[in-house]
């Protein structure tokens, strides 16, 4: 895969859900420490996984952002605990692999296109 | 291309006078709700609730608010007034009628937002899933997320739990706006129809908890199946075999790109693993809301509600099969049941509790009132879209299947809601889609509005005697936690208890109505208590609060005297001893 092929936004959420994932575990002030955490663990998913969704209505794809977000952290969540390995520090690591490994499979489709 | 429709009329891109005046109206009302709101003095002591101690500047903000609203609403020829106008009107009425308690109070209401929170530390505390604790970590997908986001965003518990009926409403309002771009092109509809949502919502089911959660997710799907995964269906030519055979072959795909409707399936299907894993009645409403879209010819693919049902299945059998071993799912069916437990069993308490109680009756029958004309109306001008009559009927076909402890009408009624008020909104509006009501027509629209924001905040914070807390009964709640050995029974007197927020597996809790009903008298349910107390190895804890007295008070089930001389006889047992007290809360220590 060519980077240069990459559109801007992908290459953005995949380095934010890296670097806000480092921030999250490192620890910040409250208000930073839950923007920082939502971000990660809501919104950078949700957006990352909506935008494979080729959806043309901007609304239909905010809800996408936030449904998607917000469903994928639950079942990550609950499939940690399940597995008896659930830590808010684990479920952080893999919401950001899921955010990248999305922004791959964008990235596929863009160059594919 | 998309089923979404595109917007008829156009708003104009410039600002105007009246769309200024219309926003600074909603600020204006904001302020004054929101002053009003806090000079109410706690506790609240009105068998009506908040309604009947809220001052006359609340309900002049809730007036400029609803005027401002129909104002913008009617804006021009053009098309009502900006967006950004119109969504600032939506924050402050969501603020207004969702966040009035906020402003009260700093405790959030009710007692299950509590437990909630107990169950999410709980999970996070012992890092597994035990399903025989209760029915909670049976469904545990809103907890294990709710116990993610509290570890990783370093929020205060409680003060989420304030904020949540906001929080979720809101939520809840976006995905309303999308389902209803699917189903109606006239900009004002669409904006009536969000507003309706909440004057309606009075069932109070937006705290902090698993079915607010299931019930966006809920929108989310349904936005999706009237939206990528819609179906488009030859004219329907009769009930013979060959003719419902061609029409059900004559289905085809609305969205023509495979790809998106590829996409669109796996995040439906994702949707219903986690409602399916997150709350017991969303995942049935799901089921029913897709198999009548499908058996309707609006939903591809066509086994989509089969699938459905198998992870529900799959769900039920395997990690909530235990709760289902001593709980079988139709164990309490029946009309006769249901009838009983979601209306006359609710019906009964003090002249107030059952004046609210009539009001949120009279709330439903209205809302349900104006569809019904909408619907026939919209049937007589051929413009009656088949998906939203499926959506509004199908969640009433749980009704006779679970009384779900009473609370079936309530949720039906909300699953309901979005549906409803699509179709009262074309009663409300001119019969001609885009045209702008007259004078006289606006001025319907407000009283209307008026109408249904009182009767919503009756409905909603009627129960406000018995919960909204006051700060006494929290500090007494931190003194018992903090008193209370591993072990202990904690035994408040009623439901609701602001409770098991911080060590949910530590204790036995226990009400004095759960022990002993229907008999409170001090003469039959004070030896009860007292011996379950009593012969609890680490001893136990007696909780009595104004709010809890005032919860069976209220609801008939005992009088202020009756109450007075139950703590009396308890009081006067050996081995039992105040421990803390205060203006609005007593603990007493019993040792065993």
Redesign the interface.
């Known amino acids: 895969m060519n980077f240069r092929e990459l559109s801007r936004p992908t290459l953005a959420l995949g380095v934010a859900a890296v670097v806000l994932s480092l921030v999250t575990l490192v620890g910040l002030p409250t208000p930073l420490q839950t923007l920082a955490a939502i971000g990660v663990l809501i919104l950078l998913p949700g957006q990352a996984l909506a935008r494979l969704i080729p959806t043309t209505d901007a609304a239909l794809g905010v809800l996408l952002v936030l449904g998607l977000g917000l469903a994928t952290l639950t079942a990550v969540s609950t499939a940690m605990f399940y597995l008896t390995v659930w830590s808010w520090q684990a479920c952080v690591v893999a919401m950001a692999v899921i955010t990248v490994l999305a922004c791959l499979a964008r990235a596929r489709q863009e160059v594919a296109s | 291309m998309?089923s979404?429709l595109k917007e008829t009329i156009r708003p104009q891109a410039r600002w105007k006078p009246r769309d200024v005046w219309c926003a600074v109206a909603g600020a204006v009302s904001l302020a004054l709700a929101a002053w009003a709101a806090s000079t109410v003095v706690l506790p609240v002591n009105s068998d009506v609730g908040l309604v009947g101690v809220l001052p006359f500047p609340f309900w002049a903000g809730v007036l400029i608010l609803n005027v401002a609203f129909v104002m913008a609403l009617r804006g021009d020829a053009a098309g009502p007034a900006r967006s950004p106008v119109m969504v600032w009107l939506l924050v402050v009425l969501v603020l207004v009628l969702f966040g009035a308690a906020v402003f009260v109070t700093d405790v959030p209401r009710g007692e299950v937002a509590f437990r909630h929170l107990g169950i999410a530390d709980a999970?996070?505390r012992n890092?597994?899933?035990d399903p025989n604790i209760d029915a909670y970590f049976n469904w545990?997908?809103?907890f294990?997320?709710l116990?993610?986001?509290l570890?990783?965003?370093?929020?205060d518990p409680v003060t989420l739990a304030l904020w949540a009926p906001v929080f979720n409403v809101g939520?809840w309002l976006?995905?309303v706006?999308?389902v209803t771009?699917c189903l109606t092109s006239d900009p004002r509809r669409r904006w009536l129809v969000l507003w309706l949502f909440c004057l309606g919502n009075w069932q109070d089911q937006d705290y902090l908890s698993p079915q607010a959660?299931g019930f966006?997710?809920y929108?989310?799907v349904v936005?999706l199946a009237l939206?990528?995964l819609a179906a488009k269906a030859p004219p329907f030519r009769g009930f013979r075999r060959a003719d419902l055979a061609a029409w059900w072959r004559g289905r085809y795909p609305a969205e023509p790109?495979p790809?998106?409707r590829v996409?669109?399936l796996a995040?439906t299907l994702?949707?219903i693993?986690?409602i399916s894993?997150?709350h017991q009645l969303t995942p049935f409403m799901v089921l029913i809301a897709l198999t009548a879209l499908t058996l309707g010819g609006r939903l591809l693919p066509s086994r989509l509600p089969l699938i459905a049902g198998v992870v529900l299945m799959l769900w039920l059998v395997f990690?909530a099969s235990t709760y289902l071993v001593g709980h079988p799912p139709l164990a309490d069916a029946g009309l006769q049941t249901a009838i009983d437990a979601n209306v006359v069993d609710r019906t009964n308490g003090t002249a107030g509790h059952v004046l609210v109680v009539q009001v949120r009756i009279a709330l439903t029958l209205l809302l349900w009132t104006l569809a019904a004309i909408g619907t026939v109306r919209d049937w007589r001008r051929r413009r009656l879209d088949i998906r939203v009559l499926l959506l509004t009927v199908t969640p009433v076909f749980l009704f006779p299947a679970q009384s779900y402890g009473g609370e079936m009408l309530i949720r039906i009624s909300l699953f309901a809601l979005p549906f409803v008020a699509l179709q009262a909104s074309s009663v409300l509006l001119p019969t001609n889609i885009g045209y702008r009501p007259s004078s006289r027509a606006a001025g319907g629209l407000v009283l209307t509005c008026l109408v249904l924001a009182g009767m919503t905040v009756t409905g909603r914070f009627g129960n406000a005697q018995y919960d909204v807390f006051t700060d006494d009964e929290i500090a007494a709640i931190t003194t018992l936690d903090r008193m209370a050995p591993p072990g202990s029974a904690i035994i408040s007197a009623a439901h609701p208890t602001p409770w098991r927020n911080t060590d949910y597996l530590g204790h036995r809790y226990r009400t004095i109505e759960d022990l002993c009903p229907p008999d409170l008298s001090a003469a039959t349910c004070g030896p009860v208590v007292y011996h379950y107390a009593k012969h609890n190895a680490a001893g136990s804890y007696l909780l009595l609060m104004s709010s809890a007295e005032s919860s069976l008070v209220l609801q008939g089930q005992t009088t202020p005297g009756g109450f007075d001389d139950l703590e009396a006889w308890l009081d006067a047992q050996d081995g039992v001893e105040l421990a803390y007290s205060n203006n609005n809360a007593r603990v007493y220590r019993v040792e065993p």
């Open positions: 998309t979404t999970l996070s890092v597994a899933i545990p997908g809103f294990a997320l116990a993610t986001v570890g990783a965003a370093g929020l939520l976006v995905g706006a999308v771009r959660f966006f997710l929108l989310v936005a939206g990528p790109r790809g998106y996409a669109a995040a994702l949707l693993v986690v894993a997150s990690p």
